[in-house]
């Protein structure tokens, strides 16, 4: 097997590693309201990321140091993106709107990923490719309404679904940028300078945060929040999304973004024990052959 084989075989596998790392933040999202503020939270979430992905590319960043300070810009705007609005943003819906919702909307990325890609990137999917998506579609919205598609139309959306709305847009913004912007730094160093960034633009508004009466005090259910954030969607999430990104393309791998409702609900089975329901499974049987047919070359 050459090398490149191998890489696109370990990006297939990383595809469908990411939703799951994601749920963790629609839990945090959930629990954080009145616990920590959210730019509190996502300030200490990519502190801490850009910390641990800094020193393990230290060697990389300090060699690469004149080409990161020319493209500086980019890290400042994939940071406002990915860290500030894909970051607090959805901790501030969270205090609104459920889980679930944010799965949801969430899942309609990829749809905004594969335009912009075909606009920007010129990349184009096959047949097979669109069938996938399509599959995969369908299986979310069986999840969704679980199974009983006559409740498509009452779908209810609460304020802090705009912000989730925001955040999905500013992920498609982010992920076409990655492609856009190419870059010689490793996906943990790139990574890293794009944690700066966003927390550059975080401290601001942290410090109104931290300065409002209301503001919660420190607790340690906050610093298992802020650490949860910052390792699994953190870290983890982000290095796996922009390396499989880096390999297969934006639009195969935004297809995996369908898989955040299933896994919400596996995640809510196996930590909140509420019960897998047959629904759940026919959503399965359609959402991972539709991502297998998506991200096939």
């Known amino acids: 097997m050459t090398n490149h084989r191998r890489e696109e075989r370990t990006a297939q596998i990383l595809i469908f590693t990411v939703p799951a790392l994601w749920v963790v933040n629609y839990v945090v999202a959930r629990k954080a309201p009145g616990v920590i503020d959210p730019h509190t939270l996502a300030l200490c979430r990519w ?7 800094g020193i393990l590319s230290r060697h990389e960043l300090w060699a690469q140091r004149q080409a990161i300070q020319k493209a500086w810009y980019q890290y400042l705007v994939l940071g406002t993106l990915g860290m500030v609005i894909c970051g607090a943003w959805v901790y501030i819906a969270g205090r609104s709107t459920s889980a679930m919702n944010i799965a949801l909307i969430y899942s309609a990325s990829p ?14 999917m096959s047949r097979q490719q669109i069938l996938g998506v399509c599959f995969a579609v369908i299986g979310v919205l069986h999840v969704v309404v679980k199974g009983q598609w006559a409740m498509l139309g009452q779908i209810q959306f609460a304020e802090g679904d705009l912000w989730i709305v925001a955040a999905t847009i500013s992920w498609a913004l982010y992920a076409v940028l990655m492609k856009t912007w190419p870059s010689t730094l490793s996906a943990s160093a790139r990574l890293a300078v794009t944690c700066l960034g966003g927390v550059l633009v975080l401290v601001p508004f942290t410090v109104v945060e931290q300065l409002s009466p209301q503001s919660p005090h420190w607790s340690s259910a906050a610093t298992w929040l802020v ?7 953190g870290v983890c999430a982000y290095w796996a999304y922009s390396h499989a990104q880096k390999v297969l393309g934006a639009s195969r791998v935004a297809v995996s973004l369908y898989l955040g409702p299933l896994y919400g609900a596996l995640a809510a089975w196996w930590l909140l024990d509420e019960h897998l329901q047959a629904f759940h499974l026919a959503g399965a049987l359609f959402i991972f052959p539709g991502i297998l047919l998506a991200t096939r070359r």
């Open 47 to 53: 502190g801490i990321a850009g910390l641990i992905l």
């Open 111 to 124: 749809v905004l990923i594969m335009i912009a890609s075909g606009i920007w990137l010129h990349e184009r």
């Open 227 to 233: 650490l949860a954030a910052a390792i699994f969607p």
